[in-house]
């Protein structure tokens, strides 16, 4: 049974545009979620935190929005970049962090 | 380069051989993480310790698998008996506990298994 879910495989976006990556979790009890960046043949990069204290945290192009109402979590990523193409992994730390399958990003000039 | 280096990079290896990977941590974290990951998959947990305890083992670990940190640094994962399934990038990762939940596990650059 997946605890996080990221329903869209793929997502394709202009350069300079938004991009937003949507992740799902099952478990109220969670708090405290991260994004990570992962290139092909690498190991996944922390981009993002955030606490079930907030709903809002942000650092320079990136920004992670929780509801935690709806147990939904998304990253947003203005203005997105070639650079930013890569496979995107939300997840929550329970001790160990558990992982969704990921979003493909790809940011097109 | 004081990040989480895995050892080797790629691994080719037959079908019924025993594999063994190495990772070392970022030098003062005390957490240490097996993932494994497959194509389309995000990583699924193995394994983990604090200092040299090992306090989870996940369903997915088989006892073909072992993993070990003997002294609280370094760390190794034992593949026995390999099979073609067994084919995937595993990934080690570090953190250091103490600031809570909330501290973001770095990962090393995963050793690819190709069993054939």
């Known amino acids: 049974d997946q605890q996080v879910k990221q329903n869209s495989p793929s997502l394709s976006v202009q350069e300079g545009r938004i991009s937003i990556l949507n992740c799902d979790y099952t478990?109220?009890?969670?708090?405290?979620f991260l994004w990570y960046k992962k290139y092909p043949a690498e190991g996944p990069t922390f981009l993002i935190s955030?606490?079930?204290?907030?709903d809002k945290n942000e650092d320079g192009r990136f920004t992670v929005f929780l509801n935690k109402s709806a147990k939904h979590l998304s990253l947003h990523i203005v203005p997105s970049q070639p650079g930013d193409s890569a496979v995107y992994f939300c997840a929550v730390n329970t001790d160990k962090l558990i992982f969704g399958t990921g979003t493909r990003l790809q940011v097109f000039p | 380069d004081t990040g989480v280096s895995q050892d080797p990079r790629h691994k080719i290896t037959k079908r019924g051989q025993n594999v063994t990977f190495r990772c070392d941590p970022i030098?003062?974290?005390?957490?240490l993480y097996w993932y494994r990951q497959t194509l389309g998959q995000g990583p699924e947990f193995l394994t983990y310790?604090?200092?040299?305890?090992?306090?989870?083992k996940s369903r997915l670990l088989s006892d073909r698998f072992s993993a070990e940190r003997p002294k609280g640094s370094f760390s190794t994962l034992e593949i026995q008996r390999t099979e073609q399934g067994d084919s995937a990038m595993y990934l080690c990762a570090s953190s250091l506990l103490g600031r809570g939940l909330g501290t973001e596990a770095f990962f090393g650059q995963g050793t690819r298994l190709t069993v054939v």
């Open positions: 030098s003062e974290h005390n957490r």
């Open positions: 310790f604090q200092n040299e305890a090992q306090l989870e």
């Open positions: 955030i606490s079930s204290i907030k």
């Open positions: 478990n109220s009890m969670f708090d405290y």
